[in-house]
C-alpha cells in the first residue's frame, strides 16, 4: 500500500486565496482526521470523519475552514479565504476499523504559507 | 478531556547512551498511549503502542516504553542512542477508538 497520499506537498498563496488540500487514505481504513501542526500550538486535531461522515470539527478554527469527504477514498479541506496566521503543515492520518485499538498511520503533510 | 504532557521540549544525549523521553497523561477511563517520531520534513511515523497487558511495550527501532499507572507516565527509553535517532517524539492518549490527542513533542538530539 502507498499509505495516506496528501497533495500538494507545499503551498504558497496569498492572503484571501481559496487553498485546497488533498486527502487519499490508506484503502480498507474507515477513519480520516486532519490535523494542524505548529511551533506554538503543536499538533491539532481539526476535524475527523467516520465512514465519510464528519464525527468531530470543534477544532476547526473558523468559518473560513471547511472539509468534506464524498467517498471513502478522498477528503479535502478548504481554507476561504486564507490568511497568514493559517501557515502550517497540515497532515491527514487514516485509521481502521477493525476491533481493537488502533494506531493512526499519517501522511506526509501539505506545507502551507499564506503570505 | 484526555491530555498529554511532554515536560521537556529537547533532550540532549551522547551516542551510545541511554535515552529517555517523558510523557504523563490524562484521561477518564483506560488510557490508550503511543509514540510517534516524525523525521525534518516528514509525516508521524507510529513507534509503539500500549493498550493493555506488560507495562513494558517494545517497538520499531530498538524503543521501548514503560506504562506507569501509579504515575500515570509512558515514558520512552531506548538502551543505546544512535545520531540517527535525531527526531521530534510525539507522546499521544485515547480512551477507547477516540482521535489520538497529541503533547507538543520533545526534540532529540543524539551527538556523536
Known amino acids: 500500500d502507498a499509505g495516506v497520499i496528501q497533495s500538494p506537498r507545499h503551498e504558497v498563496t496569498e492572503m484571501g486565496q481559496e487553498v485546497t488540500l488533498r486527502c487519499k487514505p490508506i484503502?480498507?481504513?474507515?477513519?480520516l482526521f486532519w490535523y494542524r501542526q505548529t511551533m506554538m500550538r503543536g499538533l491539532e486535531l481539526l476535524i475527523y470523519f467516520n465512514n465519510n461522515v464528519p464525527i468531530d470539527d470543534s477544532g476547526m478554527p473558523e468559518d473560513r475552514f471547511s472539509a468534506k469527504m464524498p467517498n471513502a477514498s478522498f477528503s479535502t479541506l478548504k481554507i476561504q479565504p486564507s490568511e497568514p496566521r493559517d501557515s502550517a503543515v497540515y497532515f491527514c492520518?487514516?485509521?481502521?476499523?477493525?476491533?481493537?485499538?488502533?494506531?493512526?498511520?499519517f501522511g506526509p503533510g501539505t506545507r502551507l504559507t499564506v503570505t | 478531556a484526555q491530555s498529554v504532557a511532554q515536560p521537556e521540549d529537547q533532550v540532549n544525549v551522547a551516542e551510545g547512551n541511554p535515552l529517555t523521553v517523558k510523557c504523563t497523561y490524562s484521561v477518564s477511563g483506560n488510557p490508550y498511549l503511543f509514540w510517534y517520531v516524525q523525521y525534518p520534513n516528514r509525516g508521524l511515523q507510529f513507534l509503539l503502542k500500549?493498550?493493555?497487558?506488560?507495562?513494558l511495550v517494545k517497538g520499531s527501532y530498538g524503543f521501548e516504553a514503560e506504562f506507569n499507572k501509579s504515575q500515570t507516565s509512558f515514558h520512552l527509553k531506548k538502551p543505546s542512542a544512535l545520531v540517527s535517532d535525531s527526531a521530534l517524539y510525539f507522546c499521544?492518549?485515547?480512551?477507547?477508538?477516540?482521535?489520538?490527542?497529541f503533547g507538543k513533542g520533545t526534540r532529540l538530539s543524539v551527538i556523536a
Open positions: 499521544a492518549v485515547s480512551s477507547g477508538n477516540t482521535p489520538l490527542v
Open positions: 500500549y493498550i493493555t497487558g506488560d507495562n
Open positions: 492520518a487514516s485509521r481502521p476499523l477493525a476491533s481493537g485499538i488502533h494506531e493512526q498511520y
Open positions: 484503502s480498507g481504513h474507515d477513519y
